[in-house]
């Protein structure tokens, strides 16, 4: 099994920044492919915000692009998210997650003041 543990995330008024955390423990050796950031505001559907493949391959979500940036580091087994210029409409439940959503985390909440 993985475990998948987000942090860093906080209340932060509009055009601040934030850098959410997730940490990988236990079989990582089975995180062989995409591993993504999502996230789900009150009262929405889940979305999908970034993903990075093995390959350091990224894509963004139309609405955070320019914004936000997806890393990882695979020596820490880390996968971070930079955002930046952040806007009230990104107050969400941020998750992370690995192998195309086999693996998620429990969520860390950022909120956006205006």
């Known amino acids: 099994q993985v475990q998948l543990v987000e942090s860093g995330g906080g209340l932060v008024q509009a055009g601040g920044s934030l850098r959410l955390a997730c940490a990988a423990s236990?079989?990582?050796?089975?995180?062989?492919?995409?591993m993504a950031w999502s996230r789900q505001a009150p009262g929405k559907q889940r979305e999908f915000v970034a993903g990075?493949?093995?390959?350091?391959?990224?894509n963004y979500a139309d609405s955070v692009k320019g914004r936000f940036t997806i890393s990882r580091d695979a020596a820490k087994n880390t996968l971070y998210l930079q955002m930046t210029s952040l806007k009230p409409e990104d107050t969400a439940v941020y998750y992370c997650?690995?192998?195309?959503?086999?693996?998620w985390g429990q969520g860390t909440q950022v909120t956006v003041s205006a």
């Open positions: 990075i493949s093995r390959g350091d391959n990224t």
């Open positions: 236990g079989r990582t050796a089975s995180i062989n492919n995409v």
């Open positions: 997650s690995a192998n195309y959503g086999m693996y």
